[in-house]
């Protein structure tokens, strides 16, 4: 018994032993916590981001002379709103979407940007991106800030920037996979594979299936395509392709110009690349789909269904947040924004009718934007 004694209490703690914090501290929240607000300062980087030139003196004065904090603040946000409706925002917006959108420097593709800029500068909804069915091949003057409306010609039917022909010609690939990436990673901020389940499957292969969609819904040799997405020889390529082959039809209708065809108008990297057919992304009868559980019959339908997914407005207010910040891109260079730094910002986007000025005003007076 009393070996028994001895034992248990050498396995008990000692009680000059300190006690493990349950919530470990992070002395970042303590250097984010001793961070001073300094409105010059962000007036100066607002000022670049907002208008490509850097603040006057008289602005710079105005801000720092005012006669205490809350004069700052309130000097720093006037200043904020003559920046969003000055003739040199909608440049800098220009730019900034030709960054993002990454269609190259061409007068037919700058269209695609400068439809996206017009909507923030006439403070439109930002989901008319995806959904609008005029005035998508808008011309934008950067010396003179004008626009001058156009609708696109190459589609019967449009649908914002997902029917626009600069789009399609820049991204013209076998089977239209690039055109659906494009809108993947530009619209909701990641890189396929663009759900992944909470439980893996194992289809005989070295690594499980992680896919939504069933394994089996996406075409192979099995079920009459002529390539085999479901091979499990190496990478389970169906991870990405299980979205990819759900939305790539609506996309392959476009040819190399960007030009709506009836039939499928992108090839296969099969020999003398035939053109690629319906069953060699799906088997028959399976139903188009932006996300598994949201099908969608046409382009329209999926306009639609992504102005109504959270993840497409998260991802524009991470994209502008990251741009205002001094970020890289949020794909490219992995430069995720934790949901919760924007979810205000979110919030105020979602409940003020999706307009990115406001948004803008929103990420530039924010307490992480001014503060140093």
């Known amino acids: 018994m009393t070996r028994r004694w001895l034992v248990l209490l050498a396995a008990l703690p000692s009680c000059s032993e300190p006690i493990p914090d349950p919530a470990p501290h992070d002395e970042w929240d303590d250097r984010l916590a001793d961070r001073a607000v300094d409105y010059s300062a962000a007036l100066r980087i607002a000022a670049l981001r907002l208008t490509g030139e850097l603040p006057t003196l008289a602005e710079l004065t105005q801000v720092a002379g005012a006669a205490d904090g809350a004069a700052r603040k309130a000097a720093y946000e006037a200043q904020i709103d003559r920046y969003l409706a ?9 730019r900034f979407w030709q960054d993002t959108l990454k269609l190259g420097d061409d007068p037919v593709r700058d269209t695609a940007p400068a439809f996206v800029t017009r909507l923030i500068v006439e403070d439109r909804p930002f989901l ?6 005029a005035g998508t091949c808008t011309s934008f003057v950067p010396d003179t800030g004008q626009f001058v409306p156009a609708d696109c010609t190459n589609t019967p039917v449009t649908v914002g920037l997902l029917t626009h022909p600069g789009m399609s010609a820049a991204l013209f690939s076998n089977f239209g996979f690039r055109r659906v990436r494009w809108v993947q990673e530009t619209f909701a901020c990641s890189a396929f594979p663009a759900e992944i389940a909470t439980t893996a499957t194992d289809v005989g292969g070295s690594e499980p ?3 939504t969609f069933p394994f089996l819904s996406i075409a192979g040799t099995a079920s009459g395509g002529r390539v085999d997405f479901r091979s499990t020889s190496s990478v389970i390529c169906a991870n990405c392709h299980a979205n990819l082959n759900h939305l790539a039809p609506l996309f392959a209708h476009y040819d190399q110009a960007g030009a709506y065809r009836d039939a499928i ?3 296969t990297p099969l020999p003398d690349a035939p053109p690629a057919v319906l069953r060699d992304y799906l088997p028959p009868g399976e139903p188009l789909a932006w996300r598994h559980g949201t099908p969608v019959a046409d382009m329209t339908a999926l306009g639609t269904a992504m102005a109504a ?10 994209r502008l947040w990251n741009w205002a910040l001094g970020k890289l891109d949020i794909v490219d260079s992995s430069a995720r924004v934790p949901a919760a730094t924007i979810a205000q910002q979110v919030a105020a986007f979602e409940a003020g009718g999706h307009r990115l000025r406001g948004a803008l005003r929103d990420i530039f007076t924010s307490d992480d934007f001014v503060r140093f």
């Open 86 to 94: 000055g003739p040199r925002f909608a440049r800098q917006m220009f």
């Open 128 to 133: 008319d991106a995806l959904t609008a069915t």
């Open 209 to 211: 299936y992680t896919g």
């Open 265 to 267: 108008a992108v090839p």
């Open 309 to 318: 997914d959270p993840q497409i407005s998260a991802c524009v207010i991470a």
